[in-house]
Structures are given as C-alpha cells and as structure tokens.
Nanobody, 110 residues
Framework: QVQLVESGGGLVQAGGSLRLSCTASRSIPSISFMGWYRQAPGKERELVARISSRATNYADSVKGRFTISRDNVKNSVYLQMNSLKPEDTAVYYC?????WGQGTQVTVSS
C-alpha cells in the first residue's frame, strides 16, 4: 500500500504564496493521475488540480493562480499556490492510486 506524505501548509496573508509537496512511498506510474484536493469547513472535498503524463486539470477557481507539477524520479507532486485568497483556506489532501495523504492545513488571512 503506497503512502502519501504532504508538507508545506501554513498561515499566509491574502496575496501571498505557498508551495505544497507530496511524496509517495513508492513510484506511481506517470500515466496515473496524482492530484490535490481540498476541504473547507462545512464543505465537501473538491478537486484542486491533478496531473498525469497525458493531462493536467485545474478547478476553475484556481486557474491562473495555482500550478501543479510532478517529479517522477522523486515520486513527488507539488502545488505552487500564488495570489492566495481567504477562500482558499482549507485542508489540502494529496491523492494518488486511490490513496489519500493525511492532509495539510492552509490558512489565508484577509
């Protein structure tokens, strides 16, 4: 069973940036999606961005502000978040091959 470990969350002011990292305990085929989801209090978990060797997808709410990338040698996926808004506040979860990471809190203050 692969394990996913996230890091990089924290508290930032609106307009700031954060970079999330997620490392898998073993390699995940590049053709398989890895992605980031988020869940705000009282809301359902939603897709933020996902990436495979064939496609990259973003939620409309983060297009132009967030960038997902992947390093298959390091078994890692990253989420660069710029121009952060208070509504981006949530627990961010890494996902891959049906497995979830433990989540990392991102809080954006106004």
């Amino acid at each position: 069973q692969v394990q996913l470990v996230e890091s990089g969350g924290g508290l930032v002011q609106a307009g700031g940036s954060l970079r999330l990292s997620c490392t898998a305990s073993r390699s995940i085929p590049s053709i398989s999606f890895m992605g980031w989801y988020r869940q705000a209090p009282g809301k359902e978990r939603e897709l933020v961005a996902r990436i495979s060797s064939r496609a990259t997808n973003y939620a409309d709410s983060v297009k132009g502000r967030f960038t997902i990338s992947r390093d298959n040698v390091k078994n890692s996926v990253y989420l660069q978040m710029n121009s952060l808004k208070p509504e981006d506040t949530a627990v961010y979860y890494c996902w891959g091959v049906g497995v979830w990471g433990q989540g990392t809190q991102v809080t954006v203050s106004s």
